[in-house]
């Protein structure tokens, strides 16, 4: 059975941090790229980072670079987005979803932002930023 199981979330003051963790199992680690959405109530699903754990590639939203890092440990099959500098519109609910990358990840630059190619989803941790 396929699961990924976020955690990490809470409450913060602005400019404080946070790592969130994505545990996954079920597949083959290797085989597939995580990626981090948030989502804030009234608002769509945004794209946040992304990882393909075969080569470490990685991708930020703009709101992301800069303050948030992205890094997967497959002996674990754990991935982690450590957030730093939060601000209040950082304030969602973060999921962390999973793809089957191709050979060449740099196929999914144009591509990663799209959620509906996600295959896996895990359940969603809150992520509270108070200013």
């Known amino acids: 059975e396929v699961q990924l199981q976020a955690s990490g979330g809470g409450l913060v003051q602005a400019g404080g941090s946070l790592t969130l963790s994505c545990a996954a199992s079920?597949?083959?680690?290797?085989?597939?790229?995580i990626a981090w959405f948030r989502q804030a109530p009234g608002k769509e699903r945004e794209a946040v980072s992304f990882i393909a754990n075969s080569d470490g590639t990685t991708y930020y939203a703009d709101s992301a670079k800069g303050r948030f890092t992205i890094a997967s440990d497959n002996a674990k099959n754990t991935v982690a987005l450590r957030m730093n500098s939060l601000k209040s519109e950082d304030t969602a609910v973060y999921y962390c979803a999973a793809l089957r990358r191709p050979v060449d990840t740099s196929q999914l630059l144009p591509l990663w932002k799209i959620w509906t190619l996600y295959r896996y989803w895990g359940q969603g941790t809150q992520v509270t930023v108070s200013s």
């Open positions: 079920g597949f083959t680690f290797d085989d597939y790229a």
